[in-house]
């Protein structure tokens, strides 16, 4: 789960120029007779991992096909693809963030999330374990890293408003994605825009321990980190479609959640030989994400409306956006 787009206006341009060269994947059929299945296309946000357990169990116990779908999965060349070719019908679905689907459609870029796969932040402010950095308030006067991304200042500089601090006299500095040797090397005293099933179980491993700090503790909304979108032309054409594709989901969800090893063997065999899996890594993630991902009471992927205004609200508040969008146009509960 990787990382939010830099900012939205280059995307728009992006999206109508792509748009131009190539029509819609959405639908397209696979095969001949009683059998023909429906292709539907999905880039994932990063390369395969713990967090898309799900989708290759799906894939693996035959979920996607009993619904009548084949499913290609793709892999984003960047990190900035996944909302891009959505948004321009060169995918049908795509993984990214709920923050980042609210920053699109501030500009215009009509993207609709579906479903929540992971209901609350992975991004959370870490320090090193033996750093005087007790709360956001700490940060003074010290040298935050962050992956080129704006939001993750908006990040910060909540926290350490939220906890009394003056966010003004925290040093930001732009690491790139150099975010472990950032840390490892002392280059800063703390990062944001590394996540805690991933960068802080790498640093732990590789003799780096951090502790981490939870944004939501610290006025930032507790927002869905990862969710699943489609075009808003893509829904309007294929809802029904994504309905299916969402309950096969759905079902591969429920199998890591109770059997998360025999999920995780499945995973295995589809890992990118570019990004290959650390198993031990891998199964940690999913032990952090497990309870992340948990709907409770409500079907997998349940979106709240007040998310999305509590969401829209900070990044308002906090300038990443300069306009308020209806936030009821944003996202769709697929169940209904």
């Given at each position: 789960m990787k990382k939010w787009i830099k900012h939205s206006k280059w995307l728009l341009a992006g999206c109508l120029l792509l748009a131009l060269g190539a029509c819609s994947s959405s639908a397209t059929k696979s095969g001949e007779g009683k059998d023909r299945l429906k292709k539907v296309s999905v880039m994932l946000d990063w390369y395969p991992n713990a967090v898309h357990a799900g989708i290759?169990?799906?894939?693996?116990?035959?979920?996607?096909?009993?619904?009548?779908?084949?499913?290609?999965?793709?892999?984003?060349?960047?990190?900035?693809d996944p909302l891009k070719l959505v948004a321009a019908g060169r995918t049908d679905l795509a993984l990214t963030y709920q923050p980042q689907v609210v920053l699109s459609r501030a500009e215009n870029i009509p993207v609709?999330?579906?479903?929540?796969?992971?209901?609350?932040?992975?991004?959370?402010?870490?320090?090193?374990?033996?750093?005087?950095?007790?709360?956001?308030?700490?940060?003074?006067g010290k040298n935050v890293g962050y992956p080129s991304i704006p939001i993750n200042e908006a990040i910060v500089k909540t926290m350490v408003k939220h906890d009394g601090g003056n966010p003004d006299n925290v040093k930001m500095t732009d690491i790139g994605w150099d975010i472990i040797p950032a840390m490892a090397s002392k280059k800063v005293d703390g990062i944001s825009g590394g996540y805690i099933?991933?960068?802080?179980?790498?640093?732990?491993?590789?003799?780096?321990?951090?502790?981490?700090?939870?944004?939501?503790?610290?006025?930032?909304?507790?927002?869905?980190?990862?969710?699943?979108?489609?075009?808003?032309?893509?829904?309007?054409?294929?809802?029904?479609?994504?309905?299916?594709?969402?309950?096969?989901?759905?079902?591969?969800?429920?199998?890591?959640?109770?059997?998360?090893?025999?999920?995780?063997?499945?995973?295995?065999?589809?890992?990118?030989?570019?990004?290959?899996?650390?198993?031990?890594?891998?199964?940690?993630?999913?032990?952090?994400?497990?309870?992340?991902?948990?709907?409770?009471?409500?079907?997998?992927?349940?979106?709240?409306?007040?998310?999305?205004?509590?969401?829209?609200?900070?990044?308002?508040?906090?300038?990443?956006?300069?306009?308020?969008?209806?936030?009821?146009?944003?996202?769709?509960?697929?169940?209904?």
């Open positions: 290759y169990d799906a894939i693996e116990k035959g979920y996607f096909k009993k619904e009548g779908i084949e499913v290609d999965v793709k892999m984003p060349a960047e990190t900035n609709v999330s579906l479903g929540a796969m992971v209901r609350h932040p992975l991004n959370h402010l870490m320090v090193p374990e033996k750093s005087s950095v007790h709360t956001p308030k700490d940060l003074e099933n991933h960068e802080q179980i790498l640093l732990k491993k590789e003799g780096h321990p951090v502790r981490s700090i939870d944004p939501v503790k610290y006025g930032v909304p507790d927002y869905y980190e990862l969710v699943l979108v489609s075009s808003e032309d893509g829904l309007k054409k294929n809802r029904k479609l994504y309905q299916k594709f969402w309950r096969a989901l759905s079902k591969g969800q429920k199998d890591v959640q109770e059997h998360p090893e025999n999920a995780l063997n499945i995973l295995f065999q589809h890992e990118n030989k570019e990004f290959p899996l650390d198993q031990k890594v891998e199964k940690k993630s999913l032990q952090i994400l497990l309870p992340l991902m948990d709907s409770g009471s409500k079907p997998f992927g349940y979106q709240d409306q007040k998310s999305w205004n509590k969401v829209s609200e900070w990044l308002y508040e906090t300038d990443m956006i300069k306009k308020k969008i209806d936030t009821q146009k944003a996202y769709i509960n697929l169940e209904k």
